[in-house]
């Protein structure tokens, strides 16, 4: 039998990111040689995961950054089984990992990240073969990106919530783009402005608005109307710009915004949320 050393058990775990002891007896059952070393702990992680395809991943982490120039973010999430993995701080350095990665390589989509290569597999290769390692299921099951002439990030405490704000201006105080990206997080509004609401889900509205109306028993002639009053609720709690203030209710999100310079737009969000 080979001579395992710890400097070789060593090695291979920076490789893989596997425990020690998996390492060393990967190393042993290769006899030392580590490519098929590794290839025993990638063979482990899609057994595990084979064996765990049905089962939920409904914990994990929601991380975002922002690019140095401050004109593009990027958000992920990497989904576990239990909240006791997404704590784990192993757990929480390969999802910085892949955000790391989707940093330096600014892909299209989530399937496009999940193609890129990572210590010689694709990432979507080294979730499964770190499923091996973590012992429960893993999904790399969201990303997202925004570019603008500036752009915020904020993560929630714990790593549940994530949200990214993109504005039309750089240059103003900071606490202006926090204070709007933290709304975004809080309130989880569907669109920017009235304007930007998918038909679709104006017509749901509606519906829903007549239907309640009805179940009220108040006159057809009436629906219509109420419908639409319903919908104006709707785009005051819904919609980022028309939302109270949630550090001034006196006033809404676009009546702060004029007041911090020149009226700064936002030209996008996204949000993500782990928790209920």
């Given at each position: 039998m080979a001579t395992i050393s710890a400097a070789d058990i060593a090695r291979l775990r920076r490789m893989t990111l596997a425990g020690m002891m998996d390492c060393k007896k990967a190393l042993e059952e290769a006899e030392g040689n580590f490519e098929k070393a590794v290839e025993i702990i990638r063979k482990k992680g899609q057994s595990v995961a084979n064996k765990r395809a049905d089962r939920e991943a409904s914990e994990g982490v929601v991380l975002a950054r922002v690019s140095d120039d401050g004109k593009r973010g990027i958000m992920i999430v990497l989904n576990s089984e239990s909240d006791f993995v997404a704590k784990n701080a192993e757990f929480v350095g390969f999802a910085n990992q892949i955000l790391d990665l989707a940093m330096k390589s600014n892909p299209a989509d989530l399937e496009e990240l999940k193609s890129l290569p990572m210590d010689g597999v694709t990432v979507?290769?080294?979730?499964?073969?770190?499923?091996?390692?973590?012992?429960?299921?893993?999904?790399?099951?969201?990303?997202?990106?925004?570019?603008?002439?500036?752009?915020?990030?904020?993560?929630?405490?714990?790593?549940?919530?994530?949200?990214?704000?993109?504005?039309?201006?750089?240059?103003?105080?900071?606490?202006?783009?926090?204070?709007?990206?933290?709304?975004?997080?809080?309130?989880?509004?569907?669109?920017?402005?009235?304007?930007?609401?998918?038909?679709?889900?104006i017509d749901q509205e509606l519906e829903i608005g007549r239907e309640q109306a009805r179940r009220e028993g108040k006159p057809e002639a009436m629906l219509e109307k109420i419908a639409q009053g319903k919908l104006a609720k709707f785009y005051k709690e819904s919609t980022l710009l028309n939302q109270d203030f949630i550090k001034d209710s006196k006033i809404t999100v676009g009546q702060y915004l004029k007041t911090a310079g020149d009226s700064l737009k936002v030209t996008g969000f996204e949000r993500h949320s782990l928790t209920i």
């Open positions: 979507g290769e080294k979730v499964v073969e770190y499923i091996g390692i973590i012992g429960e299921k893993l999904e790399l099951s969201a990303y997202y990106r925004i570019e603008a002439p500036f752009v915020q990030a904020y993560i929630h405490p714990g790593n549940k919530l994530a949200a990214l704000t993109g504005f039309d201006r750089a240059g103003l105080d900071q606490q202006v783009y926090k204070d709007v990206v933290m709304q975004v997080a809080a309130m989880n509004p569907v669109a920017v402005d009235k304007g930007d609401v998918p038909q679709s889900v």
